[in-house]
């Protein structure tokens, strides 16, 4: 059933105190909670008539007792229902004691307290903690919480949230531990580990002088790859201080890895959990890109102490609150760190990949959902990216400045409460006398604006005019939109390549704020047409239009003073130049030359002192996937096919400029993960990719004997993939096997050997990811396998994919209905390539939309995957 926003009300009751009792056992843990419960006095029933029962959530526990203030709790005074736990006691104050049972080993959903590996861990959030025990649980219930673990010594290590308060052995032996969580907290931030782990250590002293004590907890075996993850989380800490006032509070902090995990990460306080391949890395078994990754979640869940745990959300419909502005602050921090357009670069790409497909599919929803019937599917790209689009657009609206003097009024404000989005934009305003009100619509409506740009050179009185158009698209249950504050940032370039200024005062860029449907602005003072340079930086999450030329799209390329822009400049003339070719070939045409695209790369190509980083990233064309958003309909045939002639001419056209790049870039030393030596490797993969694209033996002896010195995995995977996208077959499955003989021990290199074969367009087809689904290291009950086997075939592996015959979806489904009944959040998330169906031609449309009807009618579903596939069929 659906939840709305407007039916939200305060709880009836608080819980000031938490204290938890754990016995641990793989099928029969025990639970037992002590909780003050309170009346809430600001709850919105009138007493006069009797108090409210009180509501606890519960899910898939055996009740075994329960006491008020110290006596049993007769039968007729609480209810068993669905969900949870109802109980009548007529004090506005009590002590509830709880006693559960629980089965850890045959929680396969990954929510509440599982096993992984034989280590016990939770993961609550959104509504985990209900599988643990009977509680209210909801964000805006903040308590403080005592937790106790008792396990056998087996189980060295006992964690949970705060200091470590009390630790011994119980008369038969098992050990115990007790930990206290001073910050009053929401259930949903709980966390419990339990295993026989190793640690690394280190310090950090913030910036009042106080010491903490950092910890890093793996397996004996992963021990060697915690450094990384360690080095990133003490420039977190630091650069919270420096950048946002945030403090650490407590004098520990804990990052636990584990190898099952639905997400990412989970900022439980003062006990980040964190899926293995988000924190585990060394310079033998991990990319530069899961180097970066690692870097960036380290950094945004330490982030999330401030921004999610001090200053919590009210309820789930707010939680971009937490997510949007977190990941705001993780993508700043990793722009800080590293290239700051080549990170501006991909977080637009996802953005506009994934994000957009979003906003104009099925499950399409505001930056603050109005209804949902499962949270866990609102764990999206729009609560999470777009919503970190809001947050900045704030920061662009307001300046840097500003916007930190809002950051400090939110944070003081509302330390230690559950609040509301609206809170925050009232915090910025009121910090800066500022007005957000239109500004606001970004929240709750839902869709990607559409901005046509049009210009006007007025010689005779050297004015340049700008004419704007905004409109949003009509999204499920949206059809009327308003006209939002759109902030575009804009530069103009005068004919030598100059940027013009734009005032008196000599600047080079400026803001519009874009507030109506239609809107023009005059610029004075223009002696000469200029060439503009639009939406600098995706100073907003539209998708603008301006009828620019081949010839002006190559200007810009060359001197737009906005790295950014000069990439989208690639982009636009790769994704245009994508486009006449798919219409070529359904026509049944020659596919022509794309001779302007290959003069701009050649050009970049050439650019010796531009970053090789942003270089690389104008020579890689728009995925398959990023050309299915942009057209109207989509020819996944035609795609594939433009995509395979462009990348094949520039690689024959470009070949020797590649080449000479190669080994330039190509030198030996030791690998260190820094932006230079990260971009350098960058630029020099992508010209090793498009050598073994034209298939030349020279090539593919040149990607061998990289993947052979194997001096790190960046470089190895690189080449590794070359020759299996490029290679003979023979050829590809030999050095896989070698590849497997070498890692077969280690889990994430093991989890990226199987997504390089599933997403390979040449290599990976349905045969062999079928043959991968049989691999004895494959795990249905794993995600990070599920994510690499079966998500890379069905999302980044458009050819096999869309294979006419229609057996890619119906592979998909079978996999999504076996999932379901193991883990509903990754069944209803890998099922997402299936609900853009109406987005594809007939043919097509009519395939993906029965593997969905058959999902549908396939038994039972889960909630989760019930939302998204009935959402998907209306
Ligand atoms: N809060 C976590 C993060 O963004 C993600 C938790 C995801 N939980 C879920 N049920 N999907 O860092
Ligand atoms: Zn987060």
């Known amino acids: 059933h659906t939840i709305y926003l407007k039916d939200y009300q305060a709880p009836d009751y608080l819980i000031d105190r938490t204290e938890l009792l754990f016995d641990l056992k793989p099928n029969a843990t025990l639970v037992t909670s002590r909780l003050l419960v309170r009346r809430n ?22 009740l075994l007792s329960i006491a008020v203030d110290g006596a049993l709790l007769p039968a007729q005074r609480f209810r068993e229902e669905a969900g949870g736990l109802s109980l009548t006691v007529d004090k506005p104050e009590f002590l509830l004691e709880i006693q559960t049972r629980i089965a850890p080993e045959s929680n396969t959903s990954l929510e509440g307290l599982y096993l992984s590996n034989g280590m016990y861990c939770t993961q609550c959030e959104a509504e985990g903690f209900r599988k643990i025990t009977f509680y209210p649980d909801r964000p805006d219930v903040m308590s403080v919480f005592t937790t106790t673990i008792v396990a056998p010594a087996t189980y060295p290590v006992l964690l949970s949230n705060g200091n470590k308060v009390d630790s011994g052995t119980t008369e038969d032996g098992r050990l115990r531990v007790t930990w206290e969580d001073p910050f009053a907290k929401p259930s949903y931030l709980f966390a419990l580990v339990a295993g026989d782990l190793q640690y690394v250590e280190d310090t950090f002293t913030t910036c009042s002088g106080r010491n903490v004590k950092l910890q890093l907890f793996t397996e004996a075996r992963n021990i060697g790859k915690c450094a990384h993850a360690m080095t990133s989380l003490k420039r977190s800490m630091r650069w919270d201080e420096e950048v946002y006032g945030r403090e650490y509070d407590l004098d520990i902090f804990m990052i636990v890895a584990v190898d099952h995990f639905n997400m990412g990460a989970m900022e439980n306080k003062g006990l980040n959990i964190f899926n293995s391949a988000c924190v585990l890395a060394s310079p033998e078994t991990a990319t530069d890109t899961a180097f970066q990754r690692i870097e960036a979640i380290v950094a945004h869940e330490y982030f999330h102490n401030w921004s999610g745990n001090r200053v919590t959300c009210r309820d789930w419909f707010q939680l971009s609150l937490k997510e949007g502005f977190t990941v705001f602050r993780d993508a700043e921090f990793s722009a800080d760190m590293n290239s700051r357009a080549v990170k501006r670069i991909e977080d637009v790409t996802l953005l506009r990949t994934a994000q957009f497909a979003e906003d104009a599919g099925p499950m399409s929803h505001p930056v603050r959902p109005d209804s949902y019937m499962e949270i866990s599917n609102f764990y999206t790209l729009t609560i999470y990216e777009k919503g970190a689009e809001v947050v900045r657009m704030i920061h662009t609206i307001l300046g840097a400045e500003a916007f930190r003097r809002g950051s400090d009024l939110y944070f003081e404000r509302h330390d230690g409460c559950a609040v509301t989005c609206e809170d925050f934009v009232v915090a910025m305003e009121d910090a800066n006398n500022a007005d957000l009100k239109q500004f606001r619509r970004w929240y709750d409506q839902a869709g990607t604006p559409v901005l046509d740009v049009q210009d006007e050179y007025d010689a005779e ?185 462009v990348r094949s ?30 971009a350098q490797r960058s630029l020099k993969n992508t010209c090793l990719a498009y050598l073994c694209n034209t298939g030349d033996e020279d090539a593919l002896t040149l990607a061998q004997a990289q993947f052979e010195r194997g001096e790190n995995m960046t470089d190895v995977s690189a080449a590794l993939a070359a020759l299996v996208e490029y290679g003979a077959e023979g050829v590809a499955e030999e050095r896989l096997a070698s590849f497997y003989q070498q890692w077969q021990h280690d889990t994430q290199v093991v989890e990226s050997w199987f997504g390089m074969q599933s997403s390979s367009a040449s290599f990976g087809s349905l045969g062999r990811v079928r043959q991968l689904l049989s ?48 883990n509903p959040q990754i069944a209803s998330r890998l099922v997402t390539p299936l609900t853009r169906w109406k987005k594809y031609r007939a043919r097509e449309a009519e395939q993906i939309q029965g593997a969905l009807k058959r999902i549908a009618d396939s038994g039972e579903l889960s909630p989760d995957l019930y939302e998204v596939v009935s959402k998907s069929l209306t």
């Not at 919105?44 to 029962?53: C, F, I, S, T, Y």
Request: one cysteine or more.
């Open 461 to 645: 009185n050297a004015t340049y005019t700008l004419t704007f158009h905004q409109h949003t698209p009509a999204t499920p249950g949206q059809e009327e939109k308003l006209p939002l504050h759109i902030p575009v940032a804009v530069g103009l370039l005068g004919a030598n390549g100059d940027a013009l200024a734009l005032d008196e005062s000599d600047s080079k860029e400026k803001v519009f704020h874009l507030t109506e449907a239609t809107q023009s602005f005059t610029l004075h003072g223009i002696n000469e047409r200029p060439l503009p340079s639009l939406l600098r930086g995706f100073s907003a999450p539209v998708k603008l239009r301006f009828d620019y030329s081949n010839t002006q799209l190559l200007f810009l390329m060359q001197h737009d003073t906005d790295a950014f822009n000069r990439w989208d400049a690639c982009q636009r003339l790769a994704l245009r130049t994508l486009e006449q070719l798919q219409t070529q070939y359904r026509a049944g045409d020659v596919l022509e030359s794309p001779t302007a695209l290959i003069d701009g790369f050649s050009a970049v190509l050439g650019h010796t002192e531009l970053d090789p980083a942003l270089v690389a990233k104008m020579l890689t064309l728009p995925s398959a996937q990023e050309m299915a958003e942009q057209g109207s309909e989509i020819d996944a045939e035609a795609i594939v096919a433009a995509r395979e002639f």
């Open 775 to 822: 691999h004895p290291a494959f795990e249905l009950k794993n995600p990070n396998k599920v994510r690499a086997v079966i998500g890379g075939f069905a999302m980044r592996n458009f050819k096999q994919f869309h294979r006419e015959d229609g057996s890619g979806y119906e592979f998909l489904a079978d996999q999504v209905i076996a999932l379901d009944g193991l």
């Open 649 to 678: 001419t520039i690689a024959g056209a470009l070949k020797s400029r590649f080449l000479t790049r190669y080994h330039a870039l190509d030198e030996r030393k030791a690998y260190q993960p820094t932006a230079e030596d990260i």
């Open 41 to 62: 006095p600001d709850a919105v029933k009138d007493d006069e008539a009797g108090l409210p029962a009180l509501w606890l959530d519960g899910i898939d526990l055996e």
